[in-house]
């Protein structure tokens, strides 16, 4: 690679963290804030953010003069998840777990080392909520996400583990030894329990999905309010979630 084509590369890659600096949590942001996220001169985000203007991907709020994306980057994402075949073939068992168990259900795959989320099932009974539809997620505290860490390679647990993890609750596990030892746990039992990690009050089960070759490729989990999660429930879920995922794995 020339030296001139490594640059252009370089250019493209902070472009790129530029745009996904923009979250759910903060879907408008300011060029200082991006600048103090990434750690890089104002001029080159203003830079950066006024050729994504121009291009049509981010819009800039004349009130506060601060950026958020725009429809276009909906198009790419309309684009990505026509192709997402694990999606539909998971849309009816997941809406029957969450029949089955009164529950929400959450489909998610393994991606970057995150928890990206495809789909949700909302139980017959209850009203359907947000879409969750490319939201991310850590590996090391949601039930999705554990229970593919705990079947990934041991290199790819050891990178998890070997990043700061961040507390979202009181719950939260964020030593390694420790999250070591449930892991260990979850690929014995077969399934992962979120104990109010990433939300408090709200308790998850997840069971891993496998393609046929045996690489884990996503999870699919039930959750809700702790109190309803007793270990009888949790043994219930579980049972019902491994039940519905069985016929599936010699498929994918």
Partial sequence: MTMQAESNVKSLARAL??????????????????????????STIYNILSTFQDMGYVIQNPDNSKYSLSYKILHLSFVVSSRISLRDRFAPILKEIANLTGEVCYLGMLNDLEVLYLDAAYPSSQASGRNILGERAPLYCTGLGKAMLANLPDADVDRVL?????????????????????????????????????????????????????????????SGPSLRFDPDAVARISGIIADKLRPMQRFL
């Fill in 17 to 42: 963290t530029v745009l996904e600096c923009f979250t759910t949590a903060e879907p408008e942001l300011g060029v200082t804030d991006i600048a103090k996220k990434l750690g890089m001169q104002k």
């Fill in 162 to 222: 070997s990043r700061p993890m961040t507390p979202f609750t009181r719950c939260t596990i964020t030593d390694p030894v420790v999250l070591r030892a449930e892991l260990e746990e979850i690929r014995s039992n077969g399934y992962a329990v979120d104990n109010m990690e990433h939300e408090f009050g709200i308790r998850c089960v997840a069971v891993p999905i496998f393609d046929s070759t045996g690489k884990v490729i996503g999870a699919v989990s039930a």
